[in-house]
């Protein structure tokens, strides 16, 4: 079964010029960061926006890259995925300073509903997509967000389908669904 509804991000995505513009004027709304695999989305409110994505970079240029972004948007925390090139890129940023919380994804939930904390972020993104969240037009991100299925465990906790089954099934790994759950923890 589909986790995120493809009719709730296409509507997402329609909304999304008219919110971006409204949400500029709101500079007491905080804004958070989500780090995933080189992927980096802001959201503030109901809006949120890709500010970097690139392949093959090492830690050290990745998290020198969210500092920055971080100081350039004012954003009130950064949660880093603490997979792959996260750990050092939370790292980084925790010892220099910034307000860096790592995120591990196969964590336990603290919403007992769901599977792990990875279904527990993507669930909260779902309900604020429900909510009236605004999405850029992004084809990547429409595939990311509407490509995972989930299923219920024995104890009927949520459990959205690993990246392993997502590339068996042809696509791509939800990088850039993954990096904007993350500013859900």
């Not at 909304?15 to 958070?32: E, G, S």
Request: with cysteine.
């Amino acid at each position: 079964m589909q986790f995120i509804d493809s009719k709730l991000v296409a509507g997402a995505m329609r909304c999304y010029a008219k919110v971006a513009a409204a949400t500029k004027c709101y500079d007491f709304v905080q804004c958070f960061l989500g780090v995933g695999s080189s992927v980096v989305y802001l959201r503030q409110g109901i809006s949120c926006k890709l500010l970097y994505t690139i392949k093959d970079i090492d830690f050290q240029k990745l998290a020198c890259r969210v500092a920055t972004l971080y100081t350039e948007h004012k954003c009130a925390e950064i949660f880093v995925d603490l997979a792959g090139v996260g750990a050092g890129v939370f790292d980084y940023l925790y010892n220099h300073g910034y307000p860096a919380q790592g995120v591990g994804f196969a964590g336990k939930a603290s919403e007992g509903v769901y599977f792990n904390k990875r279904a527990e972020l993507w669930g909260r993104l779902r309900e604020w997509l429900r909510c009236g969240g605004a999405l850029p037009v992004s084809e990547e991100l429409r595939t990311d967000l509407t490509v995972i299925e989930f299923e219920y465990d024995v104890y009927t906790r949520i459990k959205l389908e690993c990246k392993e089954s997502i590339k068996r099934r042809g696509y791509a790994p939800p990088d850039h669904g993954d990096a904007l759950a993350l500013t859900f923890f």
